[in-house]
Every structure is written in structure tokens, then in C-alpha cells.
């Protein structure tokens, strides 16, 4: 009994601190935002600085599941939670990633800037933002259907990314001296695309927990 209460508590401290790395992927979404609007260099040097932290959550959460394996040997539905974590932890990392590369293309651009012309960046963010903080209640909750839910919301995102395209590709209609530019703000649009396929990828390792499957394919 002891050993259960002890593995429970460790579990509800990983979980935790999944909330805590998804909620600061959260924040970096919001200010990278905030910096592409603002054309914010400063802010966008936070948030590449703030990654770090967010890499150093990704580290303690490996290392609390590593040590439940080896201290707890886990089996059945336990097991699962905890090695699934690690590959939820690691889409994390990647999410978080991209928010800081979103970060190294503003302080870069130094150009006369075309927010106001591509209207469907910032919808993007926030579609992106939102699924990444349902995906993580879903994948600590095992809520498998608000995670196929969330799995239907990455087509907004890409639509989204569908537009800001045919945006950059109005722009160079108009002008072939913003090339460098449009580059840049696709760049951004695809970093929040892959944002919405790391979401995609956490909610599909929860119906794995669940259900020992993946896009209908058993593995255990």
C-alpha cells in the first residue's frame, strides 16, 4: 500500500509539472505574438531565453520518469502513463522550440513590416495556444474524446496556414521587393503549423494510453 500511495503521489507531481511546462508554452505563444505585432526584439529575446526553462522542465519530467520505472517498476495503465509521458514531453519540447525560432526570425527582420497585411497569423497563434493547453488537460485527465476533439481543431490551424499563404502570395502580386519578408512571415506560419501536428501527436499518445492503440493500429 505504501508503494501505491508513493507511486500516486510521484504521479500527481508529473502531472503537475506537465501543467507547469504547458503553461509557460502558453505564455511564449502569447508573446511571441505580442513581439510579431509589435515587431518586439526584446520580447522576442525573452522568449528564446525563456526556452531554457522550458528545456529544463522537459529534463526534470525524463528524470521523475526514469525514476518512477526503475524505483516504482510500474506495470499495465501505470506503465503506460509514464512512458507515454516521455513522448508527450517531448512534443512539448518541440512546441516550445518553435516558439523560439518564431523569436530568432523577428529579431532578424528588419524590414518595413507587413503584420497588418497578414491578417491570419495571430488566429493562428491563438488556435495553437489553445490546443496546446486542452492536449495536456486531456493527456493528465486520459479524456480520450475531448483528445480526438482537439485532433479535429489542428484542420483550423491549417486552413489558417491555407490562408496566410494565399496572403504572402497577394503581397508578391503586388510588390517583388518583400520576397525576404514573405519568406520569413511563412517560416512563422509554418512553425505554428508544426505546433498544431506536436498537439496532434500528444493528444494521439493519450488515446494510446487508453487504448493501447494509435491511428487504429494496436501496439500493445
Known amino acids: 500500500m505504501a508503494a501505491r500511495l508513493s507511486f500516486d503521489a510521484e504521479l500527481r507531481l508529473l502531472k503537475e509539472d506537465l501543467h507547469e511546462m504547458a503553461r509557460l508554452i502558453e505564455v511564449a505563444i502569447d508573446k511571441i505574438m505580442i513581439a510579431f505585432e509589435n515587431q518586439d526584439v526584446d520580447l522576442a529575446r525573452e522568449i528564446i531565453e525563456g526556452d531554457r ?9 525524463e528524470a521523475r520518469c526514469l525514476s518512477l520505472i526503475i524505483k516504482q517498476q510500474p506495470v499495465a495503465k501505470d506503465l503506460r502513463m509514464v512512458t507515454t509521458a516521455l513522448k ?4 512539448m519540447e518541440r512546441i516550445g522550440d518553435h516558439a523560439a525560432d518564431i523569436g530568432y526570425l523577428i529579431i532578424r527582420e528588419k524590414r518595413e513590416h507587413i503584420y497588418d497585411l497578414v491578417k491570419h497569423i495571430p488566429e493562428m497563434g491563438k ?9 495536456v488537460i486531456a493527456f493528465t485527465t486520459i ?8 485532433i479535429k481543431q489542428d484542420d483550423i490551424v491549417d486552413n489558417l496556414f491555407d490562408q496566410v499563404k494565399q496572403e504572402v502570395a497577394n503581397i508578391l502580386r503586388a510588390s517583388s521587393e518583400q520576397v525576404d519578408q514573405c519568406v520569413d512571415i511563412l517560416m512563422i506560419a509554418k512553425y505554428l503549423e508544426r505546433i498544431g501536428d506536436h ?3 500528444i493528444c494521439e499518445w493519450t488515446e494510446f494510453h487508453e487504448t493501447g492503440t494509435m491511428n487504429n493500429i494496436r501496439l500493445l
Open 53 to 61: 526553462i522550458i528545456n529544463d522542465i522537459e529534463r526534470a519530467i
Open 127 to 135: 488556435a495553437a495556444k489553445d490546443m496546446v493547453r486542452d492536449a
Open 143 to 150: 479524456d480520450v474524446e475531448m483528445a480526438r476533439k482537439i
Open 199 to 201: 498537439v496532434v501527436n
Open 88 to 91: 508527450v514531453v517531448t512534443d
